[in-house]
């Protein structure tokens, strides 16, 4: 049996832990309604103010699921800093998704535009730190090939999302030109058409890695958390 101190360690660990998976929970399900979110152009068209509202309800429930992380080993000061991060580069992005309906009520206006791009970069920024503390989460977890898997799949993500926001960020300053060729001014009419497709094409596959890789630490939570209770059980 435990003894006072250790079950109140031992309670404080287990709400911790309970902490960590709601916040996962919340990652893996707000990760592809802010993607369907942003990208479903025809809703933002009609108009409405429950539009306005789907993607701060996605975005929300990945900054809840963040303030869920952020309970779970507070001590450790690389984890913290790096949830630090995405925290705040999630508030920007929350505070950014409004222009996407004011871009498609005033597609004329240059401020929203930029504004949705700059929207762009900051979501494949936003994931990219993701990426990096859930790469910091994986070790502090006892499972070696879990941190094998995602030392791979995160570095990967996060290559892959550096060369995206490089295309993005091309794009952007592309518009800043004041003379540019027909043939290019051409193709970024036709690009200018294709975003919407486009944006959900390239991020899918961040998108659903970034979702395999938080369901795969809270499979091993799990599994941690059956050994610890086999074992207690025991030595009880």
Known sequence: MLSGPHRQQEDAIMRSVVHLLRGLSALFWGLPLVLLAEAHTE????????VLMAPWAANGLLLFGLGQLHRFQMQERIW???L??????GIIHFGLTPFLFFWHAFPYQSFFGHSVHLL???????????NYAIRRLAFMIPD????????????????VLSFLMGLGMLYWSMGWLTAIPAPFYALLKMVDHLIPVA???LMVMPVSMTMTMVWKLKESIFAVLDERTSGSRVSD
């Open 43 to 50: 809703l933002y068209a009609k108009g409405r103010w429950t």
């Open 80 to 82: 913290r800093s790096a």
């Open 84 to 89: 630090d991060r995405v925290m705040l580069l």
């Open 120 to 130: 762009f970069i900051s979501g494949m920024l936003y994931l990219h730190q993701l």
């Open 144 to 159: 070696p090939t879990l941190r094998q898997d995602t030392e791979l799949f995160t570095g990967l993500n996060r290559r």
């Open 199 to 201: 944006v959900v094409l």
